[in-house]
């Protein structure tokens, strides 16, 4: 294996990924249901306000009370809820892995890098996913919302799968859609490389090292760009 190294001889040899967005495009088909469902009731609901929660806790926002608020009355949680679940369910159930992403994992193994995922959802969802595209048996290490005190953009999602391969944060590289994850790989002290998503692609990202349009790329060809890229750079 080609020992890659990054500015100050730090060798490249673990990869973690995010999953909603990154690695399934669950993020779009949320924002469809969800944006469906507003228009039903008269209302939009605008990407830059749907962006505060991509990529962090569902907490962040409250779609169904900034809904009642366009509309100026309160509706069933209960019912919008279940509704949205259910044509969320229906649009995904045939879903595969985003373009280039199994290839990305394959040349990962076949170049003896330690592979994570740390994904701000609860570990059901994850996991459960990973199973059906057929990917787990890549992830030597999954850490999700179920194993952290905070989630994404706080660090600790990333520091506990870094803890979990054995590796040191300057020894890693983090692939992220959205700005909350790409903060929370910056904080941890990894490389970070963004591929951004439908839903991702206008938000503004902070520091990063290489942003790319999908995982469609010779994975030992972008290593070696990034153990050669001497800064971060910062999308305004």
């Not at 059901?124 to 990973?130: K, N, P, R, T, Y």
């Not at 194993?147 to 799968?161: G, M, N, T």
């Not at 503004?204 to 010779?218: I, K, P, Q, T």
Request: proline share 3%; aromatic share 6%.
């Amino acid at each position: 294996m080609r020992r890659l190294r990054r500015p100050g001889g730090n060798v490249i040899r673990a990869l973690v990924f995010d999953f909603d967005g990154l690695v399934f495009d669950s993020e779009t088909h949320e924002y469809a249901v969800v944006r469906g469902l507003f228009r039903e009731h008269g209302a939009e609901l605008p990407l830059e306000v749907w962006g505060r929660c991509v990529g962090t806790h569902s907490g962040a926002f409250d779609a169904h009370a900034y809904l009642e608020e366009c509309v100026g009355r309160a509706l069933d949680r209960e019912e919008i809820a279940r509704v949205r679940r259910e044509r969320f369910l229906t649009r995904i159930e045939r879903e595969g892995a985003l373009a280039g992403v199994e290839a990305c994992l394959e040349a990962a193994r076949a170049m003896g890098l330690r592979v994570g995922l740390a994904s701000s959802s609860r570990r059901e969802w994850v996991v459960g996913q990973l199973a059906r595209l057929g990917l787990l048996p890549f992830f030597e290490a999954v850490r999700t919302a179920d194993d952290v005190a905070r989630v994404k953009p706080d660090p600790e999602l990333y520091l506990a799968v870094l803890d979990a391969l054995g590796v040191a944060p300057a020894e890693a590289v983090a692939f992220e859609d959205s700005p909350n994850g790409a903060l929370a790989a910056r904080r941890a002290g990894m490389r970070v490389v963004v591929v951004p998503n439908s839903v991702t692609a206008g938000l503004a990202f902070g520091e990063h090292d290489l942003r790319l349009e999908s995982l469609e790329v010779e994975l030992a060809t972008l290593l070696a760009r990034l153990a050669d890229a001497g800064h971060a750079r910062t999308d305004v």
